[in-house]
């Protein structure tokens, strides 16, 4: 299983940036999704998460400015982050509970990270 991320870039506070993260190889079912960031000389901390039902939760910093939501037909997940601070710049990275056969045990995934930097 493979998750590609992208689009990370550089944006002036106050704007937004769409992030996307495709599945793709050998998946039966996806259960969690969600974005992590880990800004420089900081631990990575969960961002946004939703289930395979549409539930969602939120890192207290970005509610109110950044949606979750995914397309399951693609095996993708999105971020829409609008307002974008300073303090949101970070390298973003996808993650993905994923079963692979209908006998597996669930995987966690990583994508390989997108950078976000919001310039003041």
């Known amino acids: 299983v493979q998750l590609q991320a992208s689009g990370g870039g550089l944006v002036q506070a106050g704007g937004s940036l769409r992030l996307s993260c495709a599945a793709s190889?050998?998946?039966?079912?996806?259960?969690?999704m969600g974005w992590y960031r880990q800004a420089p000389g900081k631990q990575r901390e969960m961002v946004a998460s939703i289930t395979s039902g549409g539930r969602t939760a939120y890192t207290d910093s970005v509610k109110g400015r950044f949606t979750i939501s995914r397309d399951s037909a693609k095996n993708t997940v999105y971020l829409q982050m609008n307002s974008l601070k300073p303090e949101d710049t970070a390298v973003y990275y996808c993650?993905?509970?994923?079963?692979?056969?209908?006998?597996?045990?669930?995987?966690?995934?990583w994508g390989q990270g997108t950078e976000v930097t919001v310039s003041s």
């Open positions: 993650n993905a509970k994923v079963q692979s056969t209908v006998w597996s045990m669930v995987d966690n995934y």
């Open positions: 190889g050998r998946i039966f079912n996806i259960n969690d």
